[in-house]
């Protein structure tokens, strides 16, 4: 039988114990960290539009976004990287000592390179930053020192400083690197408002996602069909027509020539609006007081579509029409909620 021999000098590990301030100092650490973001608000200026600018251009060029840091900062640039991949801007992580044995031959002439260091003075970094500036690509630096080395190389600097780590000895990099990922995540979403980039891309790019399967949903995967879709002919009266449009739960009604192609709609806020001229005219027709020429979309195009068309024209029903314009199904907001496309 073999029994366990315990090494001199190692002591038996020690049951962990929350301290009585636990609480207290997990809610200060959560305190100095909001503060460091929330400071980096009054500091955004130009520099940062210069850095999305160049960024552009790099990309107009056939350019691509390396960014690069070392211990924490280092994990802080690979999730930087990954953010900006993940949402439409070519970007990779470079390990700064790998650049000096050989990675360096990704960087190119028309790249755009990022350096994290809080300190502005990381060794690795700095060796690799003379070369990258013979390649030719230009350098956003991300650091907490605008007197450092990396800040007076840089082509654009972007302060990261923060006036105190959320550790209680001030020493291990919290508060610094919530900043720079913060600043990161800020260049990453200002990039994707400027290319437009869509649910429909994003999804492309996450094709093993549960956002892929439901942003690639099509307007026919959502829409309500046949007696789903609240209809009535032009002609109806009103009073009818409201009977109709109450049953359907959608909101609205859409009204449609003998071909059941579309010629109109009328919705709760139609209602609201022309509540008084249908209160004093009961023989009012639902083609007088519909809105003409409605905003339509076609079965294949994709769900997401239909959530830009609605939200840029401020409208909370789409009515689907085939090619001859006559109405195939009808859609809103809710079933957009339901089907998770929203």
Same mark, same amino acid.
């Given at each position: 039988?073999?029994?366990?021999?315990?090494?001199?000098?190692?002591?038996?590990?020690?049951?962990?114990?929350?301290?009585?301030?636990?609480? %207290?100092?997990?809610?200060?650490?959560?305190?100095?960290?909001?503060?460091?973001?929330?400071?980096?608000?009054?500091?955004?200026?130009?520099?940062? !539009? @210069?850095? #999305?600018?160049?960024?552009?251009?790099?990309?107009?060029?056939?350019?691509?976004?390396?960014?690069?840091?070392?211990?924490?900062?280092?994990?802080?640039?690979?999730?930087?990287?990954?953010?900006?991949?993940?949402?439409?801007?070519? &970007?990779?992580?470079?390990? +700064?000592?790998?650049?000096?044995?050989?990675? #360096?031959?990704?960087?190119?002439?028309?790249?755009?390179?990022?350096?994290?260091?809080?300190?502005?003075?990381?060794?690795?970094?700095?060796?690799?930053? $003379?070369?990258?500036?013979?390649?030719?690509?230009? !350098?956003?630096?991300?650091?907490?020192?605008?007197?450092?080395?990396?800040?007076?190389? &840089?082509?654009?600097?972007?302060?990261?400083?923060? %006036?105190?780590?959320?550790?209680?000895?001030?020493?291990? $990099?919290?508060?610094?690197?919530?900043?720079?990922?913060?600043?990161?995540?800020?260049?990453?979403?200002?990039?994707?408002?400027?290319?437009?980039?869509?649910?429909?891309?994003?999804?492309?790019?996450?094709?093993?996602?549960?956002?892929?399967?439901?942003?690639?949903?099509?307007?026919?995967?959502?829409?309500?069909?046949?007696?789903?879709? $609240?209809?009535?002919?032009?002609?109806?009266?009103?009073?009818?027509?409201? *009977?109709?449009?109450?049953?359907?739960?959608?909101?609205?009604?859409?009204?449609?020539?003998?071909?059941?192609?579309?010629?109109?709609?009328?919705?709760?806020?139609?209602?609201?609006?022309? !509540?008084?001229?249908?209160?004093?005219?009961?023989?009012?027709?639902? @083609?007088?007081?519909?809105?003409?020429? $409605?905003?339509?979309?076609? +079965? *294949?195009?994709? &769900?997401? %579509?239909?959530?830009?068309?609605?939200?840029?024209?401020?409208?909370?029903?789409?009515?689907?029409?085939?090619?001859?314009?006559?109405?195939?199904?009808?859609?809103?907001?809710?079933?957009?909620?339901?089907?998770?496309?929203?």
């Amino acid at each position: 039988m073999i029994s366990a021999v315990r090494a001199p000098g190692l002591n038996t590990p020690r049951a962990l114990r929350a301290s009585p301030n636990a609480l %207290e100092l997990a809610r200060n650490v959560l305190k100095i960290e909001a503060e460091a973001v929330r400071a980096l608000i009054a500091r955004l200026d130009d520099r940062f !539009l @210069d850095a #999305l600018s160049l960024i552009q251009q790099s990309m107009g060029g056939g350019g691509r976004v390396i960014v690069s840091g070392i211990g924490k900062s280092g994990h802080i640039a690979r999730k930087i990287a990954s953010t900006l991949a993940s949402t439409g801007t070519p &970007a990779y992580f470079v390990h +700064p000592a790998e650049a000096s044995h050989g990675d #360096l031959g990704m960087i190119r002439k028309n790249d755009v390179f990022i350096g994290i260091s809080n300190s502005g003075e990381s060794e690795e970094l700095m060796h690799i930053v $003379p070369l990258i500036k013979r390649e030719g690509a230009k !350098l956003i630096g991300i650091t907490g020192s605008a007197g450092s080395s990396l800040a007076r190389a &840089a082509d654009i600097l972007l302060d990261a400083g923060v %006036e105190r780590e959320a550790c209680p000895l001030n020493l291990s $990099p919290t508060a610094s690197t919530t900043a720079a990922l913060a600043l990161g995540d800020a260049l990453a979403v200002a990039l994707l408002d400027a290319r437009g980039f869509s649910k429909a891309d994003f999804a492309r790019s996450h094709p093993r996602g549960s956002l892929h399967r439901e942003a690639l949903k099509h307007v026919a995967d959502v829409m309500r069909r046949g007696d789903g879709i $609240p209809v009535v002919r032009a002609g109806t009266s009103i009073r009818k027509a409201l *009977q109709v449009m109450t049953r359907g739960g959608m909101g609205m009604i859409v009204i449609v020539d003998a071909r059941r192609r579309v010629k109109g709609i009328f919705t709760d806020g139609d209602l609201r609006r022309k !509540l008084d001229r249908i209160a004093t005219r009961r023989a009012t027709r639902i @083609d007088q007081v519909m809105t003409s020429g $409605p905003r339509t979309i076609g +079965p *294949q195009a994709l &769900a997401v %579509e239909a959530v830009e068309l609605m939200e840029r024209h401020k409208i909370n029903q789409l009515v689907a029409v085939d090619d001859a314009g006559a109405v195939v199904g009808a859609l809103n907001m809710h079933d957009l909620f339901r089907a998770k496309v929203l």
